[in-house]
């Protein structure tokens, strides 16, 4: 048996919970997000990993970091999450293209690596509920730009013992965004555009998660809030899983020998994702780079290039707009362990990026972040990348796989490192084909988005994928719009109080 794996908060002794509890609250009491007390070592050679699927090597992984599931419980929500929902056997593929591996993390639901930890979550939250004795319903409260809200609709629809509820901007997203979330199937999903934006939204649902009234009322009708947040450790442990699978997949395939290094490349906002390939480095992957992929807000860069990270610039709109951050949340867990697990000294840095919006780490943690490269593309470099690689290979990327491509051939110019390298390609080409068709030049005026995609597969013969044919034709189900005043009354409709 594994030694049981405890969480606590980035930024104080508030004592160690159970991976169960932790997936429960989401964020700690001080702000801070939790982080395990030490990175558990695979027990399986990657040799014996390399011939199990996609959901047995998810098994391997998740079981040694949520240890207090039982092997029954994990399996449950590893089955039920990595099934037909995907368009491949496989979840994640793997795709040779100009010297490079492309991790093909779109192939779920709404077709962009998000529903890799969404379609998981749910399971492991009605799970550790149960474990726990919360005998309440789970309803997830998000206000969403655009995607997350459809990953989080998709993964929690029918899921028994939770209900969701998205906000979203009705004027704020794209029209393939809206029609993706307002035809979500499942009795249990609840989608709300609001007259207002997107801080309109995200303020109304923080106010309404917080509110202590509403909690003891829903509470004593047999429900209550989660987040589905991308800093639940519930989101970060299952993208562990596809690194130490296609690490695994490189080796089954002789592209590798056993011990050999990787490199791996990956577009980055949050840095959610590549903190979780991070994770698998300290488990015992030979993982030698982890290259960080920025777009135009490249906060990230010159973190890593000056060890000081400074939010205070411009927010610049590009077209991977879920890497447009300028607070990356779980980078803090990153200053945690580099910190040498040290909760005082990362609440002060946290302390400090609340108050002047920026901080400077130290030499000796600095010391430690030299697995690190930090690049960045510039828009005109993204839709070249995409450009590029398409008329060398006819392989097709979307906006945010080229910054990290971009990134990755910048950083072989630089170093001369010609380490087989593992790209996470993040979105289907079709997420974005808007963008996507300008990169090829293709001039299309006037055609709505279903048309370019039609436009995109003709050109690359790329099959559409069921994810967007599908929303096509489907019934809108959710019509309701309220003003962003009236969003707890929308709240109470819905849940019946
Ligand atoms: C969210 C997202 C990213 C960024 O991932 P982080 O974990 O936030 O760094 C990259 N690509 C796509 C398509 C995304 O949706």
Redesign the pocket.
């Known amino acids: 048996m594994a030694k049981e794996v405890l969480y606590s908060s980035t930024r104080g002794a508030l004592g160690s919970i159970h991976a169960s509890e932790a997936i429960l609250k989401g964020l700690a009491g001080d702000g801070g997000l939790y982080v395990p007390d030490h990175i558990p070592h695979l027990e399986k050679s990657l040799k014996e990993i390399a011939s199990l699927s996609y959901q047995e090597t998810a098994y391997e992984v998740m079981k040694l970091f949520l240890t207090d599931y039982t092997e029954e419980e994990l399996k449950y929500c590893i089955t039920h999450a990595y099934d037909s929902k995907f368009d491949t056997q496989e979840i994640a593929p793997l795709t040779e293209a100009d010297g490079a591996f492309y991790l093909e993390l779109?192939h779920g639901s709404t077709i962009?690596?998000?529903d890799m930890a969404l379609s998981i979550l749910p399971y492991l939250m009605v799970t550790a509920a149960k474990k726990n004795n919360v005998k309440n319903e789970i309803v997830i409260l998000t206000a969403t730009s655009g995607?997350?809200g459809k990953a989080a609709l998709a993964g929690f629809a029918d899921v028994p013992g939770t209900k969701i509820i998205v906000f979203y901007p009705k004027h704020g997203v794209s029209p393939i965004q809206e029609k993706q979330m307002v035809t979500q199937k499942g009795a249990n999903t609840c989608v709300i555009g609001i007259e207002g934006n997107f801080d309109d939204a995200q303020t109304g649902v923080k106010k309404i998660f917080t509110d202590p009234e509403l909690a003891k009322e829903m509470d004593g009708k047999g429900f209550q809030f989660s987040s589905a947040n991308?800093i639940n450790i519930g989101r970060l442990v299952p993208?562990i899983v596809y690194y130490v699978y296609s690490y695994a997949k490189l080796l089954k395939e002789g592209r590798i020998a056993d011990g050999d290094c990787i490199n791996v490349v990956?577009?980055?906002?949050?840095?959610?994702?590549?903190?979780a390939a991070y994770y698998a480095k300290n488990m015992g992957v030979p993982i030698s780079k982890l290259i960080c992929a920025s777009n135009s807000n490249k906060v990230l860069f010159d973190f890593f290039k000056t060890g000081e990270y400074d939010r205070n610039r411009d927010f610049v709109l590009t077209a991977?707009p879920?890497?447009d951050?300028l607070i990356?949340s779980?980078l803090e867990r990153l200053i945690y362990h580099i910190s040498g697990d040290n909760s005082a000294k990362d609440a002060e840095f946290m302390e400090k990026l609340s108050k002047d919006g920026k901080y400077e780490i130290t030499d000796e943690m600095r010391g430690k972040l030299t697995d690190f490269f930090g690049g960045y593309a510039s828009e005109e470099e993204t839709f070249e990348t995409i450009k590029n690689l398409f008329d060398k290979t006819g392989y097709l990327i979307?906006t945010?796989t080229a910054v990290a491509s971009c990134v990755y051939n910048k950083y072989v110019k630089e170093t001369g490192d010609k380490t087989v390298s593992v790209i996470a390609s993040?979105?289907s080409p079709y997420?974005f084909t808007r963008s996507v068709i300008n990169a090829l030049q293709i001039a299309e005026e006037g055609k709505d988005d279903f048309e370019l995609a039609d436009k995109l597969s003709e050109v690359s013969k790329v099959e559409i994928p069921e994810a967007v044919t599908s929303i096509r034709t489907a019934d809108v189900l959710h019509k309701t719009v309220v003003n962003k005043t009236e969003m707890e009354k929308a709240v109470r409709k819905f849940l019946g109080l």
């Open positions: 779109y962009a690596f998000k995607d997350t991308s993208q990956v577009p980055t906002g949050n840095f959610g994702n590549i903190l991977s879920s890497m951050i990356s779980n979307d945010y993040t979105a997420k």
